[in-house]
């Protein structure tokens, strides 16, 4: 292998590891490691779309979105599927599915609520810095499943 793809191999590496960091960090709750994960400094360079969301822009409103999210799941875990990563430079796309397990407060003395399945496909942008790869923008669209369309029987155009 010659120099060039032994880096190449190393910074896909080093973008798969950041973002299986947010993703961790998301699970745990940990709202510092998470805050680490994104691109330093309060400009309206960050954005991030939640399914169903508006688009968020600026690294405050990015923050304050998890932080809304993580104060409201009491548990949360990502099985990452179709990772795959593209670079140009010093930027990174990372396209992959979010096959998320959920779960809200208790109910009825139970110690977690009922778990809820999602399909969410994602796309992250990363940038190197000098601490490594920042996060850049997270979008998310939901998968819909036949459950979720209309039961007209028309197929949809």
Not at 51 to 65: M, N
Not at 93 to 102: A, H, K
Request: aromatic share 8%; proline share 4%; with cysteine.
């Amino acid at each position: 292998m010659n120099e060039e793809h032994a880096q190449a191999a190393a910074d896909i590496a080093e973008v798969e590891a950041a973002n299986t960091a947010f993703y961790e960090a998301l699970e745990r709750g940990d709202y510092q490691e998470l805050s680490d994960c994104w691109l330093p400094g309060e400009d309206l360079t960050v954005s991030c779309v939640h399914p169903g969301w508006p688009v968020l822009t600026g690294r405050g409103e990015v923050l304050r979105s998890f932080a809304l999210i993580m104060a409201n799941t009491e548990y949360i875990q990502f099985f990452l599927t179709d990772v795959n990563v593209s670079m140009t430079g010093d930027t990174a796309l990372v396209t992959c599915t979010e096959n998320i397990l959920s779960g809200g407060p208790a109910e009825d003395g139970n110690a977690l609520g009922p778990l809820v399945g999602q399909l969410v496909v994602a796309t992250n942008v990363f940038r190197r810095t000098a601490d490594g790869w920042k996060l850049w923008s997270h979008h998310g669209s939901p998968v819909l499943t036949e459950s979720d369309e209309d039961d007209d029987g028309e197929t949809p155009s």
